[in-house]
Structures are given as structure tokens and as C-alpha cells.
């Protein structure tokens, strides 16, 4: 009964360069969502998809970063051209669809290192 | 979502009771109480939740007031494996926007 699956679990880019965020949700759960963890801070919410379809994400920023969740096969967290402010640990969050009455499943994330 | 506040760190002994309280004086009609714990490299692991009176698991219990205007976690005989971040969220249960403030740091010694 695997729970929610990231990886990789480490990452290191080079600035300008582009990051790669894997996430496979618990079985059963059809819904996504990201969230990133700067240093010494709380998590805060990125974006929340489901199959095909992003349903918000009012939480990224507007550009370099990109999500998806195809009909097949794991949610990607693409960042494009890395920045030094980018070093931080992503964790993904997966849920039913009565989302909240049982709470999230997050992963272990992926620490990402920009260098 | 509502605002909460909790202490910024606790330290405790092994085989004590630890008692984390969260004040959240916003608190709406529909909103829930959630706690989750964070080890160190991993992610947040939900604990327990509840919207009045009193909630127990496995894990822990949740103490909340009538008013509901704060809630307790109480963690029963505490090991060096519970050292971790905890975090009070308060929302109704379509809010997946959670909101992870700062925690609170439980040290636990031998």
C-alpha cells in the first residue's frame, strides 16, 4: 500500500538549467497538489490538479513554473531556468475526492539545490 | 482560512505527556481543526482532527473548548521518536489550501 511516491528525492541544477519534480499520488486518489517549503519556513500551497486538468494554481508563480498531470503516469512540477531562490523542498499531497475528512497523503518530497 | 497561533517550541522528556495548544480565535461556523506532524525530511503526516469537544486515536488526542476558540494535541508518553515539527491548520474541509504556519518544535530527551 504505497503512499504518495516523489522523486527523485534529491536534485541539484545549475542556475538556468531546468528542474524536473515527479509525483505519483496514493492509490486511489485522483487528486494532486503541490506544495513548496523554503528554509526554516511552513509549506505553502502551489497548485492542486486532477486528471488532465489544472484547478488552480494561484499559488505558483507566474512564470518558469509549470504543472501537469496527464491522463497517464505521474503529476510533473516543471521549473524552468533555476534560480538560486528556487533551492527549496517540494512536496506533493495527494487526496480522495472528499479531499479534506480524511486528510492529505503528502510524500517525502524532493530537495531541490540550485547552484 | 483562519489564523492560529502556537508556540514556537516545546522540549519535553521521554514519558511525559506534551501538550500543544493553538489558538485560532477566527475560527468559522465550518471550519475544522487538523493536526499534522513533520519529521525532518519528510512530509507533513496527519494526526488527528476534530471539530468540537474531544477526538482520540492511536496517536493522540484533541482537546476542544466549547467555544472552540483554541484546541489542545496531547501527545501521551512521549518518545525521542516524536521530535518533530507540529502544526495546527484550521479550515472547513474543501480548503485545500492549507495553511502550514511556523509549527511548533517538539524536543524530546532522554
Known amino acids: 500500500n504505497a503512499g504518495v511516491m516523489q522523486n527523485p528525492r534529491h536534485l541539484v541544477r545549475r542556475r538556468g538549467q531546468e528542474a524536473r519534480l515527479r509525483c505519483s499520488p496514493m492509490k486511489g486518489h485522483s487528486h494532486v497538489y503541490w506544495y513548496r517549503q523554503l528554509p526554516e519556513e511552513g509549506l505553502k500551497f502551489m497548485v492542486y490538479?486532477?486528471?488532465?486538468?489544472?484547478?488552480?494554481e494561484s499559488g505558483m508563480p507566474k512564470e518558469r513554473f509549470s504543472a501537469e498531470f496527464p491522463k497517464e503516469g505521474p503529476s510533473i512540477l516543471r521549473i524552468q531556468q533555476v534560480v538560486r531562490g528556487d533551492s527549496a523542498a517540494y512536496f506533493c499531497?495527494?487526496?480522495?475526492?472528499?479531499?479534506?475528512?480524511?486528510?492529505?497523503?503528502f510524500g517525502s518530497g524532493t530537495r531541490l539545490t540550485v547552484v | 482560512l483562519a489564523k492560529t497561533t502556537q508556540p514556537i517550541s516545546m522540549d519535553s522528556y521521554e514519558g511525559q505527556e506534551v501538550n500543544i495548544t493553538c489558538s485560532h480565535n477566527?475560527?468559522?461556523?465550518?471550519?475544522?481543526i487538523t493536526w499534522y506532524q513533520q519529521f525532518p525530511s519528510q512530509g507533513p503526516r496527519f494526526i488527528i482532527q476534530g471539530y468540537k469537544t474531544k477526538v482520540t486515536n492511536e496517536v493522540a488526542s484533541l482537546f476542544i473548548p466549547a467555544d472552540r476558540k483554541s484546541s489542545t494535541l496531547s501527545l501521551p508518553r512521549v518518545s525521542l521518536s516524536d521530535t518533530a515539527v507540529y502544526y495546527c491548520?484550521?479550515?472547513?474541509?474543501?480548503?485545500?489550501?492549507?495553511?502550514f504556519g511556523a509549527g511548533t518544535t517538539v524536543t524530546v530527551r532522554a
Open positions: 477566527n475560527i468559522a461556523t465550518n471550519d475544522y
Open positions: 490538479l486532477q486528471k488532465e486538468n489544472i484547478i488552480d
Open positions: 491548520l484550521v479550515g472547513n474541509l474543501n480548503d485545500y489550501k492549507l495553511s
Open positions: 499531497a495527494s487526496s480522495r475526492g472528499d479531499r479534506g475528512k480524511y486528510g492529505y497523503t
